[in-house]
């Protein structure tokens, strides 16, 4: 006979609701059930006749999250223990909660009364803003799977792994047709617990044709992990077979900050000057993650679009630098809002985008979207404040309405080269990509205007052997004979250095060789989706799994599409001059690679590559490799990035 133990236990949080508004929603407690949260609040209501909606749910990573109870608070009754029920089974005991409350009568100004409080108030944006200042950095390295279960009718399976920290989220890839994949990737999550958290990960295969299996589930509590240490971690698979390998280090750090305009770091000469000191190019090799610093003055915003039936707005911004996150206060029923913040981020790519986005608080209900503008740090003025027109979610049109900004980036050109030839810090996962039919037209005819640069540049080729044009046939010829009797291998490089030089002079000469971009238009409109949906329609699913297949095979085909143009249109844009930062750094590199040619024989610089190579896994095991070639075209932008 065998014997099964089960332990059955919960990961409670808990939502806080008043007159149907979702005002705050608390940390969940893992792996308990008698949590304890000891969270303070602070919440302004209007009238004390509402009560406080108290629903408690258990966390289900991957799925729905499961209702476990809920009670109500009459405010004038001050309950403090409250018993949780089920409206479905009232007589079933579901378990109690024990809150302390405090009420103060409001007086003076509402932000007055919450500042001598100590406490912020939790309106619906803070809850959706998901831009509190973190404390440090969580580098996860996704190293490699051991002993994996077989999900596929051929013993093995195509694992990838979903990591999930808070509101933070990360995919890997999906290696096929493996039992022991080798992944090799690294995350950046942001902690904003001084005392830790919970990074929950799970295994899937993924199916092509139907709904990805499920394969098991591991949990990483950083309050057991020491700061400023990296931890190899083999984690196993609870509800499955195999095991996770991973390298986990935790850095104190504060890179991100809000301020009052009146407290403005770079305006004192003395804090300007220790920040200009700290990234000279004297300290270069210091600490080469921390390339430099931004600072941007989000002032005020006119003409906005009024999103409530009132014909006003309650706007508020958000501003976001790669995953880092912050956000204003709202300004209620105002369409020329001001708010004179001051938003600090650490830069870690110079190659990334300043994304500015203006919504309107509403309720109980997701923020309207009002406008957005994407600025790249490389095409920053410093010190100009400037009114940036707002665009649409997918930046191809105006909205109404213009923000006024004013930004500064300050950073270390070598720190910032040498960082684009590592791989690019990921976005937090977002939703799974769909089949878009003019999407995958426009990758296409980018693809066709490849194709078509390629064959051209082969007929021309191909005429001079013709003799169409005697006079170009012959000097073809002479340079043919001149270059093969003379070739080096340097020259290879070198011609690309005359080519990057060529275009210079004549875009410095005013003719500029960069044709005009085409606009993406009529993209179906991205919906935010998250992977614990509290609304699922069946029907709509059902049908949807049946078209699993065909999606997949079109989606691979749009993407594939999307990866090919993209490379031909960076390394045309690098030459083009697009981003003269790139354009310099390919010519120190090119001009770097024709000395060492040069001087020293092929045959020690293959063996030197050689010897790099076959010892790099014995030098250090957990490696990441990585392709520099490629890390410096991914920060090039391609057309519809230029366009944007």
């Known amino acids: 006979m065998t ?44 009238t004390l006749r509402d009560p406080l909606y108290v629903k408690v749910f258990d966390y289900d990573f991957g799925f729905q999250d499961d209702f476990m109870g809920s009670a109500y608070l009459h405010l004038e009754t001050l309950d403090v223990t409250l018993d949780l029920k089920d409206p479905q089974y009232p007589e079933h005991n579901l378990g109690s909660l024990e809150l302390a409350v405090n009420l103060s009568a409001k007086e003076g100004d509402i932000r007055d009364a919450v500042r001598n409080l100590s406490c912020q ?3 619906l944006s ?52 493996t039992l022991n994949p080798q992944w090799r990737e690294q995350f950046d999550f942001h902690l904003y617990e001084e005392q830790g958290g919970f990074v929950d990960i799970t295994v899937w295969d993924k199916d092509t ?70 990234y000279s190019l004297w ?21 906005l679009m009024a999103a409530d039936v009132t014909g006003k707005s309650d706007p508020f911004c958000v501003v976001e630098l790669s995953n880092d996150r912050l956000q204003t206060h709202t300004v209620y029923k105002n369409l020329n809002p001001e708010w004179n913040k001051v938003f600090t981020f650490n830069v870690k790519d110079i190659h990334s985008v300043l994304e500015v986005t203006v919504y309107d608080e509403d309720r109980d209900r997701s923020a309207d979207f009002l406008g957005k503008v994407a600025i790249p740090l490389l095409n920053i003025q410093n010190g100009e404040r400037k009114a940036y027109a707002l665009k649409s979610k997918e930046l191809t049109g105006p909205t109404k309405g213009v923000i006024f900004l004013e930004i500064d980036v300050i950073f270390n050109a070598v720190k910032a080269g040498l960082n684009t030839l590592t791989p690019p810090e990921q976005k937090y996962i977002e939703e799974e990509q769909r089949v878009s039919k003019q999407l995958l037209l426009h990758n296409f005819n980018r693809v066709r205007r490849c194709i078509m640069f390629l064959i051209n540049t082969g007929c021309y080729i191909n005429s001079c052997f013709e003799w169409d044009s005697p006079q170009r046939s012959i000097c073809a ?17 070198l011609a690309l250095l005359l080519l990057l030089a060529w275009n210079y002079i004549l875009i410095a000469s005013g003719k500029d060789t960069r044709q005009e971009m085409q606009v993406v238009e009529d993209l179906l409109e991205d919906e935010d989706e998250e992977f614990d949906k509290d609304d699922k329609d069946s029907e709509k699913k059902g049908f949807m799994n049946k078209l699993y297949a065909i999606q997949d095979v079109c989606i691979s085909v749009q993407n594939a599409l999307d990866e090919v143009a993209s490379y031909g249109e960076r390394i045309k844009n690098t030459f083009n001059w697009t981003v003269p930062f790139l354009s310099w750094l390919a010519i120190v590199a090119l001009g770097s690679a024709t000395v060492i040619i040069y001087f020293i024989p092929l045959r ?15 030098r250090d095991p957990y490696t990441i490799d990585n392709n520099e070639l490629l890390d410096f075209l991914s920060r090039v932008p391609s057309d519809v990035q230029v366009v944007g």
């Open 3 to 46: 014997q099964f133990q089960v332990t059955l236990l919960s990961d409670p949080y808990v939502k806080f609701k008043i007159a149907g508004k979702e005002v705050f929603r608390s940390k969940t407690i893992h792996k308990n059930l008698n949590p304890v949260w000891d969270e303070r609040i602070c919440l302004l209501v209007e």
């Open 121 to 123: 108030s939790m309106r």
């Open 126 to 177: 803070d809850v959706h803003r998901k831009s509190q200042l973190w404390r440090g950095i969580v580098s996860i390295s996704l190293i490699e799977g051991r002993s994996l279960q077989p999900m596929d009718a051929n013993g093995l399976s195509d694992p990838y792994v979903k990591f999930r920290m808070g509101h933070q989220k990360y995919k890997s890839k999906t290696i096929p047709k």
């Open 209 to 278: 044709g139907k709904k990805d299996d499920y394969i098991g589930r591991c949990t990483v509590d950083l309050s057991l992990l020491s700061r400023e240490h990296t931890h190899k971690l083999e984690l196993p698979l609870e509800d499955g077979k195999g095991v996770l390998v991973l390298l986990v280090t935790l850095t104190a750090s504060a890179a991100v900050s809000i301020s009052d305009l009146s407290v403005n770091m770079l305006d004192n000469p003395q804090e300007r000057h220790h920040i200009m000191q700290r």
């Open 283 to 303: 300290r270069s090799f210091h600490n080469l993650k921390d390339v430099g610093v931004v600072q941007v003055k989000v002032i005020r915003a006119e003409g």
């Open 477 to 493: 010829f002479v340079m043919f004979v001149i270059v093969v009797w003379n070739f080096e291998l340097y020259m290879v490089p």
């Open 604 to 618: 020690l610089i293959v063996l030197a590559w050689g010897v790099n190579k076959f010892t790099k896994k014995l």
